[in-house]
């Protein structure tokens, strides 16, 4: 990714109404494909919309999409959320390291940012709507098939594990804030972009313990130490 991140506003700046501040961990793109994969089937549902609305006498009852994928609303927040988080993921050299106490040894690369709180919202409400086990049959064939390219091949990935992707990164983009939080996000908003952040001992602690809530999330418990120790 050449584009940088738009996080690390000012120290003393606070976020918009409706905005909330989230710390977004490098881990080397892997929520942006679960998102992408998203995007593509909301993307269909908005086809599928559109072709009931122009031909509407085709003889087959018109697909009554559930809230929030009607209307292309989920689709709107997905992009936005897509924009704002691609530029926190696989950063290359030069955008500012985040390293313990005296250099002694590297995190990942942690970005503060304000983000549509109803987006987060939105994320939520679309995985639990793409989850149900009453889904239509039409929608859950769609979604198992944009599942399974999502896999790469390396692993059988259907539905509800995609599912299970999407409400993991809603609950990581909607971690409670903390004194911990508050104190990284303080810290990385006061460090300008493409310089080290080199923590103190009392934000490395921080730290420690916002990683650890942050891998119970997303790889519930194990599986992305690397990226967060």
Do not use: F, K
Request: charged share 20%.
């Amino acid at each position: 990714m050449t584009e940088q991140p738009t996080g690390h506003p000012g120290p003393s700046e606070q976020p918009a109404p409706g905005q909330r501040t989230v710390l977004v961990v490098d881990l080397d793109g892997e929520p942006l494909a679960p998102l992408r994969a998203l995007e593509e089937i909301l993307l269909c549902l908005g086809g599928w919309e559109d072709d009931d609305q122009e031909d509407p006498g085709a003889g087959t009852e018109p697909q009554r999409l559930p809230a929030p994928l009607a209307g292309r609303v989920a689709l709107a927040a997905v992009q936005r959320l897509l924009a704002a988080l691609a530029p926190t993921q696989s950063r290359g050299p030069g955008c500012g390291r985040l390293l313990a106490p005296d250099g002694r040894y590297e995190h990942a690369p942690m970005t503060a940012l304000s983000l549509p709180a109803a987006d987060i919202e939105l994320l939520s409400a679309t995985a639990a709507a793409l989850g149900h086990p009453g889904l239509d049959a039409h929608l859950a064939e769609l979604v198992d098939a944009h599942a399974a390219q999502l896999a790469g091949g390396y692993r059988r990935t259907g539905r509800i594990e995609l599912v299970s992707l999407l409400a993991r990164l809603a609950s990581l983009l909607d971690l409670a804030p903390t004194d911990d939080t508050r104190l990284l996000t303080a810290r990385l908003r006061a460090t300008p972009l493409g310089i080290d952040c080199v923590l103190s001992d009392a934000e490395e602690a921080a730290h420690a313990r916002t990683a650890d809530r942050m891998n119970h999330l997303w790889a519930r418990g194990s599986g992305i130490d690397r990226y967060l120790y």
